[in-house]
């Protein structure tokens, strides 16, 4: 008897386990969770400088992109890319991806600075974000910043850049 009532219970389930009628219970649950529990992060930034040295890359302007990262499976595809690469494959990228990233771009010259309110990148939640610098010298010449809380300082040197933060008062 108790072999017929687990045959049963078996056959159900596996009756209830296929039908579709459970993918909207599943979906429901998936956007209820990330209403609740949004998926990435808020940036913590009161404003962007980027200040460009007067004999940064060789006394010649620096093209500076701060990609935003909206997708976690691009993370670490974008965060490999030396800044080279990341120039000579941005268009694709960008085509490839449009909803997964936005760029905000700049070429500076040097001796030049550029304060950029928070409100400019935006509220979305990110999962990444990683600044590149366009410089004739070779080397990585990106840096991670979306870990960085109040000021952002991204400064710009002869042959590299460095990027902190600065607590505001």
């Known amino acids: 008897m108790k072999v017929f009532f687990l045959l049963i219970l078996f056959f159900i ?24 529990f949004p998926s990435g992060e808020k940036l913590m930034w009161e404003e962007v400088t980027i200040g460009v040295g007067r004999e940064a890359n ?13 997708n976690e ?6 965060s490999e890319l030396t800044s080279s690469d990341w120039f ?8 490839t991806f449009p909803q997964d990233l936005v760029v905000k ?14 409100s400019f990148f935006g509220n979305d939640r990110v999962f990444s974000v990683i600044a590149f610098a366009d410089y004739f010298s070779t080397g990585e010449h990106r840096v991670k910043i979306d870990h ?8 710009f040197n002869v042959d590299d850049f460095s990027a902190f933060s600065i607590k505001r008062k």
């Open 13 to 36: 389930l596996q009756l209830i386990t296929a039908c579709s009628v459970i993918d909207i219970p599943v979906k429901a649950y998936d956007v209820a969770k990330e209403f609740v």
């Open 58 to 70: 060789k006394n010649s302007p620096v093209a500076v992109d701060i990609v935003l990262i909206f």
């Open 73 to 78: 499976d691009l993370v670490k595809k974008v």
């Open 88 to 95: 000579k494959s941005k268009n694709y990228v960008l085509k």
């Open 105 to 118: 771009s700049w070429e500076l010259a040097p001796g030049d600075s550029l304060q950029i309110p928070s």
């Open 148 to 155: 960085l809380k109040g000021g952002v300082v991204l400064e």
